[in-house]
Antibody, heavy 125, light 107 residues
Framework: EVQLVESGGGWVQPGGSLRLSCAAS????????MTWLRQAPGMGLEWVAN????????HYLDSVKGRFTISRDNAKNSLYLQMNSLRAEDTAVYYC??????????????????WGRGTTVTVSS | AIQLTQSPSSLSASVGDRVTITCRAS??????LGWYQRKPGQAPKLLIY???SLQSGVPSRFSGSGSGTDFTLTISSLQPEDFATYYC?????????FGPGTTVDMK
């Protein structure tokens, strides 16, 4: 079965750190862009960061640049999000998602076809 | 960052109704737009990518259209399982951004 399972969430004080993991199964992680997204309480979905198949290209949401680091270990079929200097506004359910990165005559398109169930991060004193 | 607005923010409809949701971008994004369905307690589900391409396995009652700044998601005949929140997502540039969502509930 193709699936993604996040772990590593929890409660942390402002300024603290957490490392989220996303374990992939049923497919070869190295074949896909991977993405972290989040949803804060009562808010909509928010894209956080993504990483190319071999880790050679990475992009971040401006508000997490310099604080969060996305990485992957294709040999372990795992994706990670190291979160430092956490703020209250980082409180959210964090999801990892597979990006099909569909190629057409017009170009490439994001298509998040597989999502995990999410892991909750709470930043509070 | 590109801002996406959706209208309406919510709507009430009946089974069998034709439902149309609009997504507007703050600048032109070609056809770099996807649509996702979200039900409570579930992960989002990809419906449409590239503005109008139906994801494999998604019922044909869902369709997308538009380019530039204005996009539409249409459900031709609403089914009981379609009551959910729908989000648009632009992948024209970084950071990717979502619309605020449109909730479709039962009239």
């Amino acid at each position: 079965e193709v699936q993604l399972v996040e772990s590593g969430g929890g409660w942390v004080q402002p300024g603290g750190s957490l490392r989220l993991s996303c374990a992939a199964s049923g497919f070869t992680l190295s074949s896909y862009w991977m993405t972290w997204l989040r949803q804060a309480p009562g808010m909509g979905l928010e894209w956080v960061a993504n990483i190319f198949r071999d880790g050679s290209e990475i992009h971040y949401l401006d508000s997490v640049k310099g604080r969060f680091t996305i990485s992957r270990d294709n040999a372990k079929n795992s994706l990670y999000l190291q979160m430092n200097s956490l703020r209250a506004e980082d409180t959210a359910v964090y999801y990892c998602a597979r990006d099909l990165d569909i190629a057409t005559e017009s170009g490439y398109y994001d298509a998040f076809d597989i999502w995990g169930r999410g892991t909750t991060v709470t930043v509070s004193s | 960052a590109i801002q996406l607005t959706q209208s309406p923010s919510s709507l009430s409809a009946s089974v069998g109704d034709r439902v149309t949701i609009t997504c507007r971008a703050s600048q032109g994004i070609r056809d770099d737009l996807g649509w996702y369905q979200r039900k409570p307690g579930q992960a989002p589900k990809l419906l449409i990518y590239a503005a109008s391409s139906l994801q494999s396995g998604v019922p044909s009652r869902f369709s997308g259209s538009g380019s530039g700044t204005d996009f539409t998601l249409t459900i031709s005949s609403l089914q009981p399982e379609d009551f959910a929140t729908y989000y648009c997502l632009q992948d024209f540039n970084y950071p990717r951004t979502f619309g605020p969502g449109t909730t479709v509930d039962m009239k």
